[in-house]
Each structure stands twice: as structure tokens, then as C-alpha cells.
């Protein structure tokens, strides 16, 4: 075994729900390394910042780490591209960029999430004409099983780029990821609370379009969406819609989405920002949570958004106990071929339960029933009770992309019990 490999055991993700099973935590701190790493490892298994849901970055064999890789952040201007190692978290990268006047597109969240995971598993923020992350990879280095880095981008044959964003780990090691990137922008957040649900329903569109982009966090009880979230990009039209004619009440101070303090979201009040300190609802510098809770997520056409809320607010009750907060937004439609967000113009409808594995078990179920008429794709950091046969349903791809993971890494090097699973 290499040395590399450090003979401690990799604990938990990031939120303490899944205690990983791999035998060894790799650290390698150059990309010779990773590749011998590979090479002499029999079965292995990339993990990003550990913030997945369920045992997708888990194995019982070795994991490996890129956070000791020198961070590289090469901007091309003429490309309008920027080069990153994969292992970088989006808050160093947005502030590299930042720095540099530079910018990309979009952020989930959570800036503490590393590149390579949060494009792996197709993680977006909101957005009408924002797609996921994956969908601003241009290129990207990946070490397969022979050790070997291949780069992939738009010229690679067979679509090979779009099989290769939204990758769940199956493809191999992504040790660089270049991104599009955009002039910086300043970005306004205002939040406004308790718009009803009559409102929501008969206005949905035209307030998830009024900005660049805009979340609505809800309980699913009787106050409809408790918070609107509408961050407006300050070199576009303001945003039209009156949400205080619509019911709603404009916050007074800073709000958290869930039960935390304020202070840890990024500044709200209609104080114009750069985009790297408004998109991500969380500020890097504090810990979102305590991350006892547990997470589900399912992305549905955009068109079918207002029936499935009111398809879900019957299970308010269900929910009470263990929901911190849920949270809709909008995704554009991705070409990768198994995001969430993958051709068609999305609605994520997401929910932060706390850490309570059954409780959340039995509504992620009482969920899927409910969505089922809806064609709903789960997120695949995120849990879900969806059987395989479902999988393929939502993901049409997907039985192509379990022939491209075959064909890149015969021998399973990869393949850990959730791609076995996934892919089989
Ligand atoms: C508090 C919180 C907020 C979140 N907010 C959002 C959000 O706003 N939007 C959203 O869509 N999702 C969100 N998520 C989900 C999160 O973005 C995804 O779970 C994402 O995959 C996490 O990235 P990670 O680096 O932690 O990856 P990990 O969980 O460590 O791994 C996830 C997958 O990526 C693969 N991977 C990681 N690194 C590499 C690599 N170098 N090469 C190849 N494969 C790799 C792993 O093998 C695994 O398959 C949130 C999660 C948390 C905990």
C-alpha cells in the first residue's frame, strides 16, 4: 500500500449520519502521488468536503482526499475560463476569483463544499437561467484506473463531456475542473416574509423569475412560504413584482432559513455585494449548523411546481416534528447527462430535516409517494428511498452512463456499494 495512506479511519460526513466504512484515508500532496495512489490501489473512492447525505463518497476499502493537493486557481481571460483543483472549496475559489474580477455564474449554499463533489453530484443553487454547477465545467483532469490523466472536455468524442459532470464518483479521480466564468457582479439580497399560499400558487413563476435568483423556504404549514429570498443582480432590471401586495411582510432584520443565528448568513437588507458574499446563503466563515440534520432533495419540471406543492402541504403535519426548513428553488436545464436539472427547466423542492435517520426515512417515503406523479429526481448528495428501478425512470442516462463507468474502469477500481448499486 502506498504511503500515503494514513492508517487512520476515516470518521463521518459532514452532518454525522453516515460513519464511513473505508479502511484507509489517503492524503496525497501531489497528482504523481494520486496516480501511483490508483494505480496500486485496488479499489478506491474519492471524498470531497464530506458534505453528502448518504454513502455515495463511502467504501470499505480506501478513500481519498485531494485537500492536500496545492490549490490552483489559473485564470484564462480570453477563455473567459478559470483552471481549479478539484479538491478546492467554492469559497477559495469564489475569492480567488473575486479578488481577480472575476465570477462564476452561480453557488449552491454552502461555500465550504469542495468543486469536484458539488459538481459530481449535480449541486445547483436557484435561478431561472442559472444551470448547475456541472454545467459550467468546460474540462476537467480525471486520473482513471491505470493512473493515467485523461482530460476531458467539449471535443472529446461520444458526449463524453456530459457523461462526465455529473459523475457520482464512478469515472475516476477529477484532480482539475475548468469553469466558465463571467465578469464579477454585485448582487442585492431582500428577504420578505409569510407570503400566503393562495399567492404562491398564483404567482409562483413570476416571483421565482423576478430576480437572478430567488428561494422560497417553507414549512409546507399554514404560513405558506415563510421566507422569500429574492437576490437581484444590480446590473439587471429591479425585480417587479410588490410581494407586500401579495400578503407578504418585508423582514426587519437578518433571517436564517432555519433555527440558527442570523449572523452566519451572508448580508441580507437590499446591501448590494459581490456575488461571492450573496449567492451562498451561508457566510464561509461561519458553520452553517451544528450539522445534526439530514437532508433529501427532489428536482421536478419547473412546469409542474405549483401542483406538487399542494401536493405535499397535506403532509405538513408529517413533517412538523423533524423539518428545520424546505427550501424551492429553480435550476435551468443541464446537459449532463444524470444531473437532477439534466433537460428540462427545474424546480428543486429540498428539505433540511433534523438527524432523527427513521423519522426521515418514513417522510422522504410519504415524499416520494406524493411526487411520484411528478417525475421526481432525487439529488444524489442527498438521501432518498427511490429503488434502482426508479432511478433509471428519473434518469434516463443512466443505464449509458453505467456502460461508460464499465468501460473506463472495467475492474470496478471505483466502484464502491453505492455505485454497485446505482450502476447495476
Ligand atoms: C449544509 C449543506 C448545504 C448544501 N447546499 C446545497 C445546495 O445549495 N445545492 C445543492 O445542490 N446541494 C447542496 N448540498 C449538497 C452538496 O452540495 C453535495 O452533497 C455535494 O456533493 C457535496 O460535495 P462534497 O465535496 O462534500 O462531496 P462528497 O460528499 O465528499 O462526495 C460526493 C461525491 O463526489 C465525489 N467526488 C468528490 N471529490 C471527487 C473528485 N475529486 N473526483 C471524483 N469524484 C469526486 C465522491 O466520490 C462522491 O461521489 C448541501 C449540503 C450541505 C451539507
Not at 54 to 74: E, F, G, H, K
Not at 354 to 368: H, M, T, Y
Not at 376 to 398: F, I, T
Request: overall charge negative.
Amino acid at each position: 500500500m502506498s504511503d500515503v495512506i494514513a492508517t487512520e479511519r476515516t470518521r463521518t460526513n459532514w452532518a454525522g449520519n453516515v460513519t464511513y466504512r473505508a479502511s484507509a484515508l489517503a492524503h496525497p500532496t501531489s497528482t504523481d502521488e494520486l496516480q501511483r495512489l490508483v494505480a496500486s490501489t485496488p479499489r478506491l473512492t474519492a471524498l470531497g468536503s464530506r458534505h453528502s447525505f448518504n454513502t455515495i463518497a463511502d467504501t470499505d476499502a480506501v478513500q481519498v482526499s485531494l485537500q492536500d493537493l496545492p490549490p490552483v486557481l489559473d485564470i484564462d481571460t480570453s477563455r473567459r475560463v478559470v483552471r481549479v483543483a478539484a479538491g478546492m472549496t467554492h469559497s477559495q475559489v469564489a475569492a480567488g476569483l473575486e479578488a481577480r474580477g472575476w465570477a462564476l455564474a452561480n453557488l449552491a449554499s454552502l461555500p465550504h463544499i469542495s468543486t469536484a463533489g458539488a459538481v459530481a453530484t449535480g449541486t445547483h443553487g436557484s435561478g431561472v437561467r442559472n444551470p448547475s454547477l456541472a454545467q459550467a465545467v468546460v474540462g476537467l483532469d480525471v486520473v482513471r484506473a491505470s493512473g493515467a490523466i485523461e482530460h476531458v472536455d467539449a471535443s472529446s468524442p461520444d458526449g463524453a463531456l456530459d457523461a462526465h459532470r455529473v459523475a457520482i464518483g464512478a469515472l475516476g479521480v477529477v484532480t482539475a475542473v475548468e469553469l466558465a466564468i463571467e465578469p464579477t457582479f454585485q448582487v442585492a439580497t431582500t428577504v420578505h416574509l409569510d407570503l400566503p399560499w393562495d399567492a404562491v400558487s398564483a404567482h409562483f413563476d413570476e416571483v421565482m423569475s423576478d430576480a437572478y435568483s430567488v428561494s422560497m423556504f417553507t414549512s409546507f404549514d399554514h404560513r405558506g412560504a415563510r421566507q422569500v429570498w429574492v437576490k437581484h443582480r444590480v446590473d439587471e432590471a429591479a425585480p417587479a413584482v410588490n410581494l407586500v401586495a401579495l400578503g407578504a411582510r418585508p423582514a426587519t432584520g437578518p433571517v436564517h432559513p432555519g433555527e440558527n443565528d442570523p449572523a452566519g448568513v451572508t448580508e441580507q437588507g437590499g446591501v448590494p455585494g459581490p456575488w461571492a458574499e450573496r449567492l451562498p446563503h451561508f457566510r464561509s466563515s461561519f458553520t452553517p449548523s451544528t450539522g445534526a440534520e439530514i437532508q433529501a432533495e427532489y428536482l421536478i419540471p419547473a412546469a409542474s411546481a405549483v401542483t406538487a406543492l399542494e401536493a405535499l402541504r397535506p403532509l405538513a403535519s408529517v413533517f412538523a416534528p423533524i423539518l428545520i426548513a424546505a427550501e424551492i428553488r429553480t435550476i435551468a436545464p443541464d446537459t449532463a447527462w444524470l444531473a437532477p436539472s439534466s433537460g428540462r427547466q427545474s424546480v428543486g423542492i429540498h428539505f433540511t430535516f433534523r438527524r432523527d435517520a427513521a423519522a426521515v426515512a418514513a417522510a422522504v417515503s410519504r415524499i416520494e409517494e406524493a411526487l411520484a406523479p411528478f417525475d421526481p429526481r432525487p439529488h444524489w448528495g442527498k438521501v432518498s428511498g427511490m429503488s434502482v428501478e426508479g432511478l433509471h425512470d428519473a434518469y434516463p442516462r443512466l443505464t449509458d452512463f453505467a456502460a461508460v463507468a464499465r468501460d473506463v474502469d472495467p475492474t470496478g477500481r471505483f466502484r464502491n456499494a453505492y455505485l454497485a448499486r446505482v450502476l447495476s
